[in-house]
């Protein structure tokens, strides 16, 4: 009964750990996702830039040579086609730069923050994981200790329901010797007498003998019974600890660590949406 309880609660045990490993796994696979995902948007965000940069560039080494780029050196508070085609071009090479900064925080910033709560994720599982080892190994060792408590006080009653079906036999015997004792003794044999007597004195040596053994075995047994109930009392507890709050705590334990993790992933993107605002 304990083995196959013990089996049980440990089969359920790991039935709960996969749920929470596939759980983080998911959660892990997803922020490796997610660094994929800005590493390669760092990429195009770099090279955005560049093409930016390039553009830019062709077309201010295009117009430094020519008469309107000194007219815009001594115009250049007047709006005019040319000032106004300067300013494009000065807004290039500052998007340009832009996305060469906003390349830069993907992969120093984003990426390495979701490295940390990949890791943060990894590390809260194997802590839960430790801990609820720790917990089933006490609650299996509440439930195998019952399962030895119980067994004791089965084999001092079982004792003592023989020691009893014994002695009332003892006493049968002696009920019987009374009997035979007050029938009429005078035309009785003097030898057959002394064989009465004899064998009551056995028979009430023997019931006294059970009568001992008896109240060992009933003192034994009551003595294993009250134990058992004690025991029987704190493994409950101690089940109804382990699935109603220790289980609890330690889903709670990969939730909340999930939850802030979400919280500064968002306010992450927050951050880089309103860059560009």
Known sequence: MG???STEIRAQLVEQQKCLE???EMRVQLLQDLQDFF?????????????????AERFMAKTRSTKDHQQYKRDQNLLSP???????LNQVRR???????LSDIYLNNVIMRFM????DSTRMFKKSKFLGKRLLSDVLKNINELYSVMKTYHMYHAESISAESKLK???????KQIGRAGDPVFHIRLEERHQRRSSVKKIE????????????????????RNEYLLTLEATNASVFKYYIHDLSDLIDICKFSAKPMNLRARALWNTLTSFFI
Not at 39 to 55: H, Q
């Open 169 to 175: 036999e003892a006493e049968k015997q002696e009920e």
């Open 205 to 224: 040596k023997m019931k006294e003998k059970r009568q001992a053994k008896y109240s060992e075995n009933k003192l034994k047994s009551i003595k294993a």
């Open 95 to 101: 998007e340009s730069k832009d996305h060469a900064t």
């Open 82 to 88: 040319v000032n106004c085609w300067y300013l494009l």
């Open 22 to 24: 596939q759980q983080t």
């Open 3 to 5: 083995s196959l309880l």
């Open 116 to 119: 940390q709560i990949s890791e």
């Open 39 to 55: 590493r390669k948007k760092a990429e195009i965000e770099t090279e955005y830039s560049r093409n930016l940069e390039k553009l």
